[in-house]
């Protein structure tokens, strides 16, 4: 059947498609929530994404699954990804094996962490991203509840035929014996349900059973069991008082945000028991058709709730997913403890983007600079990356001492041995326009006469104004056209082009932004220093140069030791030989004598 045939019959209900090649290689899986719609889009839009359109042409056939419900869609689309890998899907990044905690399922069962799931009846909570954390909890309840840790076959036969003898576990007070029939079984199935309890975060549906006991105990005159309890009440207090509260209101929820680039996506999970956060993870989306947020954060719903074993019914995201489900309420708060809690889930997903892009600084530099100018060529809309990008900035004060910095990047760091400094020559006052125009000329006429290699971008530190002034260089030297110009104007943050009157607006948290940045407060710094250099020299040397046989270099230690001229004036013969020799000493003390 050809392909319009099948689009042609396909249903207009929810599910999953999948597309194949002519050698029946699975290419993409996607879901759906109007299938015949879904895919007739392929098929009819002109797609700006060069990989949609390599998929579109690459595909012969479409096989569908029709489900009754997007939830349904998105669990079945998450599981064929995880099964088939197809070469057009987004790539989870998560290729650690992250420990359970397991309630073995067995009389008297035995709790313990392991990374391997076996489908035996067992009951298994996590998985803990951070191992500490579940030995924290598996601290607790053993602390709390003695449990065996024994690999007996406790069946009651066992135990009547008297076939095993207590341990030192036992005799130290971790274990109350169940093999020789000391403890029975309901006892330890209560142990048991309270521990799954504290595993799912409901301390308080414990410590409210607890509390009761505690006061029968004590009303029997039972004291040390009373006492017992008590300990256990106020260690599971003291447990959660470290967990993170949020607020005692927010009940069983799920908290998810995403924060992408122009690669991936980050997806982080927050799980809300009781007004606590008891479980934290975040998953990488390598993105393969330039998916948009929300359908990685429909992934990273779908892939996390599995995972964690969630049914929260109510979950809260920064947008509203294009997802329906019943089941479900989806929140987006404005304000309050949810709006916080969302906004730490955010910062979460930001750290974990930082930590990785540190990681793979640290393997691979090169490929970490090489996607930043990447990022830097497609929104400065560049026809090469910038690998070579230098910034101009003027700097003068009420008109004095004008001096103008260029400083240069490569690979998106400093090549500070490439610096330069430049005294204006051929302005006078302050007139940041004709400035900018000579540094400009001057810099790369000499490069074109030195034969050195020119940048692919300039920056120049202003607006509209000072870049109008250096394009009027780069045209004396014919290199209009040939070199990639832009100003950045410091109130707004405003990217201006030749010619174009309309400002760029780049994303604020873009890397782009954050190296031109750079560049243009390293430039600022870099001419304040000079400026101030100059401007030190020539306060010195409008008081001390008037002295015939002292320089500069003199002046500037009498200054040194005695901070200004006036003092210098009211110096002896011999506090002036402290700083400087003798006869230098002399001719001073005699100036200002004759004064």
């Known amino acids: 059947m050809s392909l319009n045939n099948i689009i042609k019959n396909l249903p207009n209900k929810p599910g999953v498609y999948q597309y194949y090649n002519t050698e029946g290689i699975i290419l993409y899986v996607g879901k759906a929530k109007n299938l015949k719609k879904r895919v007739t889009s392929y098929f009819t839009k002109n797609h700006e994404n060069g990989k949609t359109a390599i998929l579109v042409r690459q595909i012969a056939d479409i096989k569908i699954i029709v489900v009754e419900t997007e939830i349904e869609a998105l669990l079945l689309e998450n599981n064929l990804i995880k099964k088939y890998q197809p070469k057009y899907n987004i790539l989870l990044k998560d290729d650690k094996t992250y420990p359970w905690i397991c309630i073995k399922n067995e009389r008297f069962p035995r709790i313990f962490s392991t990374r391997n799931i076996i489908r035996d009846g067992s009951e298994y909570f996590g998985p803990y991203a951070s191992v500490r954390m579940m030995n924290t909890i598996l601290d607790l309840i053993r602390q709390l509840y003695p449990i065996r840790n024994c690999n007996y076959n406790l069946s009651e036969e066992n135990i009547a035929n008297e076939k095993f003898k207590v341990c030192l576990e036992y005799h130290i007070g971790n274990c109350k014996g169940p ?207 910038p690998v070579h990008i230098e910034c101009f900035d003027n700097s003068n004060i009420q008109g004095t001492n004008p001096v103008a910095a260029c400083v240069v990047f490569k690979d998106a760091k400093p090549s500070k041995r490439d610096y330069r400094h430049f005294n204006i020559k051929t302005v006078e006052g302050p007139d940041d326009f004709a400035s900018m125009e000579e540094v400009v000329y001057r810099r790369y006429k000499r490069l074109l006469d030195e034969d050195e290699p020119l940048p692919q971008l300039i920056i120049i530190d202003g607006g509209k104004g000072q870049l109008s002034s250096a394009l009027k260089s780069l045209d004396k030297l014919n290199l209009r056209g040939k070199i990639t110009i832009i100003g950045i104007a410091k109130k707004l943050e405003e990217i201006y082009f030749p010619g174009d009157s309309i400002p760029l607006y780049i994303d604020k948290k873009s890397e782009s932004l954050k190296v031109i940045q750079y560049l243009r407060n390293e430039a600022h710094r870099f001419g304040i220093t000079h400026h101030r250099n100059k401007r030190s020299k020539a306060a010195i040397t409008s008081e001390l140069d008037k002295i015939e046989g002292i320089g500069f270099k003199t002046a500037q230690q009498l200054l040194w030791k005695f901070k200004s001229v006036a003092r210098i004036k009211k110096a002896t013969l011999k506090e002036l030989e402290t700083a400087v020799n003798k006869q230098r000493a002399k001719i001073v003390f005699d100036h200002f004598s004759n004064d």
Do not use: W
């Open 179 to 385: 093999c020789i029939d000391e403890q029975s079984e309901d006892d330890y199935n209560t142990s048991i349900n309270e521990i799954k309890n504290i595993i799912k975060g409901n301390i308080n549906s414990v410590t409210k059973h607890l509390k009761p006991l505690m006061k029968e105990y004590a009303d029997k005159l039972q004291f040390e069991k009373a006492q017992q309890i008590k300990e256990k009440i106020e260690t599971l207090e003291n447990y959660q008082s470290k967990s993170v509260v949020v607020s005692p209101t927010i009940n069983d929820v799920d908290v998810f945000s995403i924060i992408s680039d122009e690669k991936y996506g980050f997806v982080n999970y927050l799980k809300v028991i009781n007004g606590a956060i008891i479980q934290g993870h975040t998953i990488e989306l390598k993105k393969k058709l330039d998916e948009t947020d929300d359908e990685l954060l429909q992934i990273g719903i779908a892939e996390l709730r599995v995972r964690f074993d969630s049914e929260s019914k109510e979950v809260i995201v920064p947008f509203k997913p294009d997802l329906a489900d019943e089941n479900i309420k989806f929140t987006v708060p404005q304000r309050g403890d949810k709006k916080q809690l969302l906004d730490l889930s955010e910062r979460n997903a930001k750290y974990f983007r930082l930590e990785r892009n540190k990681q793979k600084a640290n393997v691979n530099p090169t490929k970490h600079s090489d996607r930043i100018l990447e990022r830097m060529q497609k929104d400065l809309r560049m026809p090469v990356k």
